[in-house]
């Protein structure tokens, strides 16, 4: 029965967890809907070049992302 609970608080934790766009990888980065793989090796290459996003709204800057698409993803990234 614990591990039943368990599993459901991991999930919906989940389900609800924000990924760090300074720290994911192109495969977690992929995971987010509207990001593809191209778009995820663009964040990480900008990251690489240009250092640790200081916000969200700095996604605009990376090839490929614009307002309706950081709009749609906000909810689901975070910068820590």
């Given at each position: 029965?614990k591990k039943i609970l368990f599993?459901?608080?991991f999930l919906v934790v989940s ?43 700095e996604l605009l800057n990376v ?18």
């Open positions: 029965m599993m459901l608080v389900l609800f967890a924000k990924i760090d766009i300074n720290n994911a990888d192109v495969k977690t980065l992929s995971s987010i809907k509207g990001l593809g793989e191209k778009k995820a090796e663009a964040i990480i290459d900008y990251r690489d070049k240009n250092g640790k996003f200081k916000s969200v709204d090839k490929g992302i614009g307002k309706k698409l950081l709009e749609k993803i906000t909810e689901e990234v975070e910068v820590k």
